[in-house]
C-alpha cells in the first residue's frame, strides 16, 4: 500500500505560522461556543467532537502503521457496555469503569491482533477479520441477557438541572467540555506518538512492511502496539457514548455501517494527518445536517434521500481527492508545512 | 429431535447453500481477475431480488423467466459499473477503492429505500408449497429448482473461463496483469466484461433468492457479509471454493438455526471464518500465496 510521504511530524512542522494563529482562534472558537450556541447547534458540535476523537483513534491503526480496521464499532460497544455494566450493576462510576472498558478492548485488540498478525494475515484479509470479530461480539451481545440482551441496555437517565461530573451525569455543556478536552488529549498523543521512534517505525511498516522487518524492526510487536493504543483510545469513546447517550442496542453500536462511520471522517479528511479525522468530522456532520435541512426546506423528506446524496458527495470526494481534503485544504489556505510535506 | 427432522434441514441447508455458492462465485470472480474486492455486493444482490419481485407483482412473471432479462441488465450495469467507476481505481490503494464501493452501496441501499420502502416484500408461486417426498426426506420443490439453476449457471461460467478464447483471455490477466498487456490484451475491457459475468451470477442468485426468503433494502450488508465469509472460507478467487463455501456456510446456517436459535446463526460462518483464516487463510481451496 504506497501513500505519499507524511514523514513531517509534529505540530510545528505539520503547521506554519499563520496556521498556527488561526488554530489559536479556532481554540478560542471551541471554548466560548457553548456559551452562545443554541442546544442544536451543541448537540450538532458533540457529534463532530466524537467523531473527530474516534477518527483520531482509528487513524492510528490506519493511518500511521497502514493496518485497515473496518471493525471499530467493536471497540466503541465493548467500551461502552463494560463501563455502563459497572455503573448500573455495581454502581462503579465511570472513572473507575472507563480502565476496565479499557482493559477489556485492548483484551479484544490483543486476540485479533495476535491471530492477525501471527498466522500473517494482512490486507483486505485483516479488515474482514476485524468485521467478523465485531459481527461474532454483536450477537454475542444480542443474546447476553446480564446486559439486556437484544432489548436493549439502559442507564438511568440524567438529572439536567445539576451536573456530576464524578458520575458523568449532566448536561450537554459538560459533555462538550469533557468531549473537547478528550479531542484535545488525542491530538497532542498522536503529535507525540508520531515524533517517538513508534511513530516511525509505523510509517517504516505502513510504506514497506518487509524492508521494515529486513531494518530490524520488530514489526509484529509494533503492529500489536498500534491496535492495543487504538482500541484503548476507542474504548473511550464507547464510554462517553453510553453515559452521553444512556442507552446501549447491540444492533446499533455494534453495527459495521456505525464501523464505516468511525472511518469516513479521517479518510475523507486525510489518512495518516493530525487535523484530517477533525476536518472529515466536522465535513461530513455538516454535510449531513445541512442535506437533511435543505431536503426539509423543499418538502422532500423521503427515507433515504438524505443517505443518497450523502453516498453522492462521499464519491465525488474519492475520485476527485484521492489524499483527503486537508493535504489540498492547507495548501489553499497557505497553512501548509513549510517543508512541503503533507499534513 | 429426530434424524429425519435433522436430515432434512441439512438438506435444505446445502440447497440455499448453492444459491449462496453462486451470489459468492460472482464476488470471487471478480476479486480474482480485477483484485477489487466488491463491498457493493450484496446490495447489488438486492437490487436484483426487488427486481424480481417488481417483475412478478407487475405482470406476474415468474422469477425463473425473470432471471433472463435481469441477467442480461445486470451483464450491462456490471460492465458500465467498472469501465465508468472502477477501472480508474485498480491501481489506488485498498482503502481507497473500499470507499469507492462504500458509497455505491450505500447510495444503493437508500436508492431502494427510496423506491420500495423499507416493507419486506417476496414472490408468491404455487411451487412453493409443493414438495418432493424421498422416503422420510422432503424436499422443497422451489429450493431444488433454485439450487439447480445456481448450479447450471456456475457450470456456464466454468465452461466459458475453461474453453473459450475470450475467458482465457480473462484467465491471462488474472494470472499476469503485465503479460496480459504485452500480448495485447485490452485488459481494461476485460476488466469490465469479468464485473460483468460476476454480476450475472448476483442477478440469478438474486433471483433464486427472493423464492426462499423476503427481501428488504436494509439485507444488502448482510449479503455483502455472507458473500465474503463463502469467499474466504472457499478461498478467493477460486470458482469450486465458492460453491463449496456456499454450501457449508449454508448448511452450518440451517443446522445452527436447529440447535441453536436462527438470530445467532451467523456466529458459526463467523467461528467457521475465523477458524480458515487462522489455520487456511488462502481459503479451503484457494491456492497458497507463498
Keep these: 500500500m504506497m501513500l505519499p510521504p507524511s514523514a513531517s511530524p509534529g505540530l510545528a512542522s505539520a503547521l506554519n505560522k499563520r496556521g498556527v494563529a488561526l488554530l489559536a482562534v479556532l481554540a478560542l472558537v471551541l471554548v466560548a461556543l457553548p456559551w452562545f450556541a443554541s442546544s442544536y447547534v451543541l448537540s450538532l458540535a458533540i457529534v463532530i467532537l466524537y467523531f473527530a476523537y474516534t477518527g483520531q483513534a482509528w487513524n492510528v491503526m490506519m493511518g500511521f502503521c497502514g493496518q485497515l480496521s473496518l471493525g471499530h464499532s467493536l471497540y466503541v460497544g465493548v467500551g461502552g457496555y463494560a463501563a455502563a455494566a459497572l455503573f448500573v450493576h455495581f454502581g462503579i462510576g465511570p472513572w473507575l469503569g472507563v480502565w476496565a472498558a479499557m482493559g477489556a478492548c485492548m483484551a479484544f485488540g490483543a486476540v485479533i491482533g495476535a491471530l492477525a498478525f501471527r498466522f500473517g494475515i494482512g490486507g483486505v484479509y485483516f479488515a474482514l477479520l476485524t468485521i467478523a470479530f465485531a459481527e461474532f461480539t454483536r450477537i454475542g451481545f444480542d443474546h447476553w441477557e446480564w446486559l439486556g440482551a437484544s432489548g436493549g441496555f439502559f442507564l438511568p437517565v440524567a438529572q439536567r438541572e445539576f451536573n456530576d461530573p464524578f458520575n458523568l451525569r449532566g448536561s450537554g455543556r459538560m459533555f462538550y467540555y469533557l468531549l473537547l478536552a478528550l479531542d484535545v488529549l488525542a491530538f497532542a498523543f498522536c503529535t507525540w506518538l508520531l515524533r517517538t521512534r513508534i511513530g516511525y517505525y509505523w510509517q517504516a511498516i505502513r510504506e514497506d512492511p518487509e524492508a521494515a522487518q529486513a531494518l530490524g524492526v520488530n514489526t509484529f510487536r509494533y503492529k500489536m502496539l498500534a491496535v492495543l493504543i487504538s482500541s484503548a483510545m476507542t474504548s473511550l469513546a464507547g464510554v462517553f457514548f453510553a453515559f452521553y447517550y444512556n442507552n446501549l442496542f447491540p444492533e446499533q453500536i455494534f453495527n459495521m455501517g456505525r464501523s464505516i462511520e468511525i472511518i469516513l471522517g479521517p479518510i475523507i479528511g486525510g489518512l495518516g494527518t493530525l487535523f484530517g479525522p477533525i476536518l472529515g468530522a466536522a465535513m461530513l456532520t455538516v454535510l449531513a445536517d445541512g442535506i437533511t435541512e435543505a431536503l426539509r426546506m423543499v418538502g422532500l423528506e423521503i427515507p433515504g434521500v438524505k443517505q443518497v446524496f450523502y453516498g453522492l458527495c462521499l464519491l465525488a470526494v474519492v475520485i476527485y481527492l484521492p489524499q483527503g481534503i486537508w493535504p489540498a485544504l492547507a495548501k489553499r489556505l497557505g497553512i501548509g508545512p513549510r517543508d512541503g510535506h503533507r499534513q | 429431535m429426530t434424524f429425519d427432522l435433522v436430515a432434512n434441514v441439512v438438506i435444505a441447508g446445502f440447497l440455499t447453500g448453492l444459491v449462496y455458492g453462486l451470489m459468492a462465485l460472482g464476488l470471487s470472480v471478480i476479486f480474482g481477475v480485477v483484485r477489487v474486492v466488491n463491498f457493493a455486493h450484496g ?248
Excluded at chain 2, 139 to 153: G, K
Design chain 2, 43 to 290: 446490495e447489488m444482490m438486492t437490487i436484483a431480488m426487488f427486481a424480481a419481485v417488481a417483475l412478478f407483482s407487475a405482470w406476474g412473471i415468474d422469477p425463473f423467466v425473470a432471471l433472463v432479462p435481469i441477467a442480461v441488465a445486470f451483464f450491462v450495469l456490471g460492465y458500465l459499473l467498472q469501465a465508468s467507476l472502477i477501472n480508474p481505481f485498480i491501481t489506488r490503494p485498498e482503502h481507497s477503492q473500499f470507499m469507492l464501493l462504500v458509497a455505491v452501496a450505500i447510495i444503493i441501499v437508500n436508492a431502494l429505500l427510496m423506491a420500495f420502502g423499507p416493507n419486506a416484500r417476496n414472490v408468491q408461486v404455487d411451487y412453493q408449497l409443493e414438495s418432493i417426498e424421498l422416503g422420510p426426506l422432503l424436499i422443497d420443490v422451489a429450493r431444488l429448482y433454485a439450487a439447480l439453476t445456481a448450479v447450471v449457471t456456475a457450470a456456464g461460467l466454468f465452461a466459458f473461463f475453461r474453453f473459450s478464447l475470450l475467458g482465457k483471455a480473462i484467465r491471462a490477466c488474472a494470472d499476469n496483469h503485465l503479460g496480459a498487456q504485452v500480448v495485447g490484451l485490452d485488459v481494461k475491457r476485460l476488466y469490465a466484461l469479468t464485473f460483468g459475468l460476476g454480476s450475472v451470477c448476483v442477478a440469478v442468485a438474486g433471483c433464486m433468492m427472493v423464492l426462499l426468503v423476503d427481501v428488504n433494502p436494509l439485507l444488502g450488508p448482510y449479503y455483502t457479509l455472507l458473500a465474503f465469509v463463502i469467499v474466504i472460507v472457499g478461498g478467493m478467487g477460486s470458482m469450486g471454493g465458492a460453491l463449496l463455501g456456499g454450501v457449508l456456510i449454508g448448511m452450518s446456517e440451517a443446522v445452527a438455526g436447529l440447535f441453536i436459535t436462527p438470530s445467532a446463526k451467523s456466529m458459526v460462518s463467523f467461528a467457521l471464518l475465523v477458524v480458515v483464516l487462522i489455520f487456511r487463510p488462502q481459503g479451503l481451496l484457494g491456492r497458497s500465496p507463498r
